[in-house]
Antibody, heavy 123, light 108 residues
Framework: QVQLVQSGAEVKKPGASVKVSCKAS????????MHWVRQAPGQGLEWMGI????????SYAQKFQGRVTMTRDTSTSTVYMELSSLRSEDTAVYYC????????????????WGQGTLVTVSS | EIVMTQSPATLSVSPGERATLSCRAS??????LAWYQQKPGQAPRLLIY???TRATGIPARFSGSGSGTEFTLTISSLQSEDFAVYYC??????????FGQGTKVEIK
């Protein structure tokens, strides 16, 4: 069965960086794009960006341009999201989410999600 | 960026009753809209895609409708496990992918 297992909670100081991992299993890793979505405490969902696990190409939300880097390791079927210059507003649960393809192989949402990784930014 | 607006923010419904949730897009997203359910401490779960197609394993009491800028998620007879927060998401024009702010369905 498809599983996305994320790394554990992190506590970081303002200005630091955090790198969250998401290990995929149960499907062909390179066949599905992976997205990152975050959720601040008590707030809604915010899309951060996408990575193509096959070629490694990425696209980031403008809000995070220059601060976020998404990478992948095909040998371990793992994607990573690194966020730098952390500030208190970055305190959130970070999710990886697999892109769902509909019957005509078009993007149609996210069908599998990781369990989430809480990143707390505090001095 | 397409802004998604959900209403109401909170919906109080008794078990067994019907719930109707709305989602409006700031410009047309055709039928490229998904709905998610999120329970406390859990990741979101895909309910509906293509505005009206139920995802695998989703009960028939969940239905979606609409196109263009106006969408509705209907839960025909609320079960105890349906009390949660629901989000809509457009994937017609991106990046960025955008979500509504959510509707919380609570027990009346």
């Amino acid at each position: 069965q498809v599983q996305l297992v994320q790394s554990g909670a992190e506590v970081k100081k303002p200005g630091a960086s955090v790198k969250v991992s998401c290990k995929a299993s149960g499907y062909t890793f390179t066949s599905y794009y992976m997205h990152w979505v975050r959720q601040a405490p008590g707030q809604g969902l915010e899309w951060m960006g996408i990575i193509n696990p096959s070629g490694g190409s990425t696209s980031y939300a403008q809000k995070f341009q220059g601060r976020v880097t998404m990478t992948r390791d095909t040998s371990t079927s793992t994607v990573y999201m690194e966020l730098s210059s952390l500030r208190s507003e970055d305190t959130a649960v970070y999710y990886c989410a697999r892109e769902f393809l509909d019957i005509v192989a078009t993007m149609a949402g996210f069908d599998y999600w990781g369990q989430g990784t809480l990143v707390t930014v505090s001095s | 960026e397409i802004v998604m607006t959900q209403s109401p923010a909170t919906l109080s419904v008794s078990p067994g009753e019907r719930a109707t949730l709305s989602c409006r897009a700031s410009q047309s997203v055709s039928s490229n809209l998904a709905w998610y359910q999120q329970k406390p401490g859990q990741a979101p779960r895909l309910l509906i895609y293509g505005a009206s197609t139920r995802a695998t394993g989703i009960p028939a009491r969940f239905s979606g409708s609409g196109s263009g800028t106006e969408f509705t998620l209907t839960i025909s007879s609320l079960q105890s496990e349906d009390f949660a927060v629901y989000y809509c998401q457009q994937y017609n024009n991106w990046p960025p992918l955008t979500f509504g702010q959510g509707t919380k369905v609570e027990i009346k």
